[in-house]
């Protein structure tokens, strides 16, 4: 049974700094492209960054560019996802995401075909 675990969240200052991660199981992890997504109070929700298998199959939304570092980890079946310089609006549920439909999914196409979903994780940013 395919299974995300998200983890990590908490409340940070603006400015400061958190690690999510997101544990895989139930499939093959590294074959396949994993994506962070996240939805705030009275938004949609957003695509935020995305990584895949193969070299530069890697996508960053323009909202955290510069801030966000998104990495993987096969041995321990993770997807991680550095936030620094976190800002009020950065303040979200996140969650991860797959598709089993392809290897290496294109991170292009991260709003799309995403249909495993993990649970979330709460950031929560003063200002």
């Known amino acids: 049974e395919l299974q995300l675990v998200e983890s990590g969240g908490g409340l940070v200052q603006a400015g400061g700094s958190l690690r999510l991660s997101c544990v895989a199981s139930?499939?093959?992890?590294?074959?396949?492209?994993i994506g962070w997504y996240r939805q705030a109070p009275g938004k949609e929700r957003e695509g935020v960054s995305c990584i895949g298998s193969s070299p530069g199959n890697i996508y960053y939304a323009e909202s955290v560019k510069g801030r966000f570092t998104i990495s993987s980890d096969n041995a321990e079946r993770t997807v991680y996802l550095q936030m620094n310089n976190l800002k009020p609006e950065d303040a979200a549920v996140y969650y991860c995401?797959?598709?089993?439909?392809?290897?290496?999914?294109?991170?292009?196409?991260?709003?799309?075909?995403?249909?495993?979903w993990g649970k979330g994780t709460l950031v929560t940013v003063s200002s």
């Open positions: 995401a797959t598709t089993k439909l392809y290897s290496d999914y294109d991170c292009r196409n991260l709003d799309y075909g995403m249909d495993y």
């Open positions: 139930g499939f093959t992890f590294h074959d396949y492209t």
